[in-house]
Structures are given as structure tokens and as C-alpha cells.
């Protein structure tokens, strides 16, 4: 089974909206990161963060999480059309390395 | 700037041919990998390896295998490619580092037929 798994499998919002979606998971984690796909593209890293922090920032994201729920979430502020893309939690299993990757949210920015 | 390079973009094969599918970084990244990606099922790890000559299976190495004689270069061979390996191929690199941080390739988009 998935180690993680996004929550909503998509989302639709007007440019400048903020978006969020959340991220489950199931064991314990060194750190848990976040990739965005542009589609039919690879995946590019966007932020990590690691077990004991509770919150990230980075420009215009912000990511939280919360190991006794075993969630993380990424807010997307003032959101622009170039941000439609999937949206890709990853989290560590094998030696610590970021192995495991959930379905992804699909998100579209409307113009 | 980080760079992993994949050998094709779009590929496709027939029933049965052999196919390799090859994938270069030039950041010295220890660790490479390669998952495959299907609509609803997202990455799914196929192999891994943390060094030159080494390899270790991922979720799904059925039908596949791999080659890292280099440090830059890690290869995916199916061995008999069938229609059910028809998928979007992701080669990534990182350095050794606990949780390092993952570099993709652009991806391959491989059609058996």
C-alpha cells in the first residue's frame, strides 16, 4: 500500500485563490517532501520538511505538518495559472531516501 | 544546474523487443532511481541503487532490470517488453544523504504495441 496519498485527487480554483491539499501517511518519516509535475514533464522539488518541524515557508507555499496525525498539507497562496499541475507528496522509507510517492492532486489554476 | 537526462522522450516498441531506456546526471549523485507513473496509481518505484554495480528492487522489478556501471549512468532494460509495461518511465537522482532531495529526468513515454 501507499505510503502516501493526497487528498483531494483534484481541485479546481480562480487565479488568486489559495489551494490546499493535504497529504496522509501511514509510517514514520524522517521528512516528508513536496514535487509539482507540469504535465507530461518530470517532477521538480518544491520543499522539504523534516519530522520536527511543525512548518515551512517558501515564497508563495507553506507547508505543515502534524506526525501525530500523520498529515501534511500545502497551501498555495494568490495562485496564478502557471501553477496548474499535479501535486506529489513523497515521503522516506528505505534509508531514509524519499521512496515513495502518493497519486498526486491535480490542481488547475482558471484564468 | 542540476541536469538528468533521459535517452528518448517518446518511444515505441513491439511485443517482445528488448528496450533500453537509459538515464545521465551530471550532479555526482550517489543514488539513482526509476519509477514508472500510470494515471491514478502515481510513481511506483521500480529500482534503486546507491552505488556503482549496486541495485536493489523497488515495488514492481517484475519484468525489468537495471545497470549502473557508472557513477552518472543507470540503465532500465525490460527484457521482453509487454503492452502492460506501456507507461510513463521517470529516472531521478540524489545524493546519499538521509532524505535527500530527488532530481527527474523529463520522463519516457513508452507505447508497446
Known amino acids: 500500500s501507499q505510503q502516501g496519498e493526497e487528498d483531494p485527487q483534484a481541485l479546481s480554483i480562480q487565479e488568486g485563490e489559495n489551494a490546499t491539499m493535504n497529504c496522509s501517511y501511514k509510517t514514520s518519516i524522517n521528512n516528508l517532501q513536496w514535487y509539482r509535475q507540469n504535465s507530461g514533464r518530470g517532477l521538480v522539488h518544491l520543499i522539504l520538511i523534516r519530522s520536527n518541524e511543525r512548518e515551512k515557508h517558501s515564497g508563495r507555499l507553506r507547508v505543515t505538518l502534524d506526525t501525530s496525525k500523520k498529515s501534511s498539507s500545502l497551501l498555495i497562496t494568490a495562485s496564478r495559472a502557471a501553477d496548474t499541475a499535479s501535486y506529489f507528496c513523497a515521503t522516506g522509507r528505505y534509508y531514509g531516501q524519499n521512496f515513495v510517492f502518493g497519486p498526486g492532486t491535480r490542481l488547475s489554476v482558471l484564468p | 544546474d542540476v541536469k538528468v537526462t533521459q535517452s528518448s522522450r517518446y518511444l515505441v516498441k513491439r511485443t517482445g523487443e528488448k528496450v533500453f531506456l537509459e538515464c545521465v546526471q551530471d550532479m555526482d549523485h550517489e543514488n539513482m532511481f526509476w519509477y514508472r507513473q500510470d494515471p491514478g496509481l502515481g510513481l511506483r518505484l521500480i529500482y534503486f541503487s546507491y552505488d556503482v554495480k549496486m541495485k536493489e528492487k523497488g515495488d514492481i522489478p517484475e519484468g525489468y532490470s537495471v545497470s549502473r556501471e557508472k557513477k552518472e549512468r543507470f540503465s532500465l532494460i525490460l527484457e521482453s517488453a509487454s503492452t502492460n509495461q506501456t507507461s510513463m518511465y521517470l529516472c531521478?537522482?540524489?545524493?546519499?544523504?538521509?532524505?535527500?532531495?530527488?532530481?527527474f529526468g523529463p520522463g519516457t513515454r513508452l507505447l508497446v504495441l
Open positions: 531521478a537522482s540524489s545524493f546519499a544523504q538521509r532524505g535527500g532531495t530527488q532530481y
